[in-house]
Nanobody
Framework: VQLQASGGGLVQPGGSLRLSCAAS????????MGWYRQAPGKQRELVAG???????TVADSVKGRFAISRDNAKKTVYLQMNSLKSEDTAIYYC?????????WGQGTQVTVSS
C-alpha cells in the first residue's frame, strides 16, 4: 500500500491550498484517513481525520478554516485549507488505517509566508 500526497506549496497569509492524498495498492477496506502536520521543533499533530462512516475530527486550531473530505471510490482524502496563517507552516502527512494497521504518506510541505 502506498499513499501519495500532493498539493503543498508556498502561499501568502490568508490564502488557500488543497491537499490530496491517494491510496494505491492492496488497500483492502480503508477504515480511516487523516491529515497530520509537523512543524520544525514540534511533535506531529492531528489536523483532521475522517472515518469510513463519514465522522470527522478536526483540530481546534484549524476549525472553521480547514475541511477534510474523502472520495471512497478514488481512495483519496482531501484537505481544503483556507485563511492560512504562518503557524500553519509545516510538513503535512496523510495516514490511512485498515485492518492491517497504519500507513503513512511521504509528506508535503506547506509554507505560509508573505
Amino acid at each position: 500500500v502506498q499513499l501519495q500526497a500532493s498539493g503543498g506549496g508556498l502561499v501568502q497569509p490568508g490564502g488557500s491550498l488543497r491537499l490530496s492524498c491517494a491510496a494505491s495498492g492492496r488497500t483492502f477496506s480503508i477504515r480511516y484517513m487523516g491529515w497530520y502536520r509537523q512543524a520544525p521543533g514540534k511533535q506531529r499533530e492531528l489536523v483532521a481525520g475522517i472515518v469510513s462512516g463519514g465522522t470527522v475530527t478536526v483540530a481546534d486550531s484549524v476549525k472553521g478554516r480547514f475541511a477534510i473530505s474523502r472520495d471512497n471510490a478514488k481512495k483519496t482524502v482531501y484537505l481544503q485549507m483556507n485563511s492560512l496563517k504562518s503557524e500553519d507552516t509545516a510538513i503535512y502527512y496523510c495516514k490511512m488505517n485498515n485492518a492491517y494497521g497504519d500507513v503513512w504518506g511521504q509528506g508535503t510541505q506547506v509554507t505560509v509566508s508573505s
